[in-house]
Nanobody
């Protein structure tokens, strides 16, 4: 069983930066894929970025590519999301997820078995 706890959200002005953290309790096996999703009010949950635990392969949604960076620290059992040049459309609850048997498509929501509670990110314009 894996539990995920996110932190680092907050209020930021457009163009600013935030770094989110997701710390896992329990064992993250080398086969896992870790990811960040987000959900804005009235909208569907959407994929943001993912990283594989074994070989550090990263994938990004087009909307954040070049602005956001996902990374992981195996020693800390933690995944990070560095968000730069934030925009109003980035406002959402950001959720961390873990996929124990990675789907070929990183953005397949139903493939992720474990989810955190989320952390709010708000662009204050």
């Amino acid at each position: 069983q894996v539990q995920l706890v996110e932190s680092g959200g907050g209020l930021v002005q457009s163009g600013g930066s935030l770094r989110l953290s997701c710390t896992a309790s329990g064992t993250i096996y080398s086969s896992y894929r870790m990811a960040w999703f987000r959900q804005a009010p009235g909208k569907e949950r959407e994929f943001v970025a993912s990283v594989t635990w074994r070989n550090n392969k990263k994938d990004y949604a087009d909307s954040v590519s070049g602005r956001f960076t996902i990374s992981r620290d195996a020693a800390l059992n933690t995944v990070f999301l560095q968000m730069n040049n934030l925009k109003p459309e980035d406002t959402a609850v950001y959720l961390c997820a873990a996929d124990a048997f990675p789907d070929p498509t990183p953005g397949t929501i139903s493939a992720y078995e474990y989810w955190g509670q989320g952390t709010q990110v708000t662009d204050s314009l």
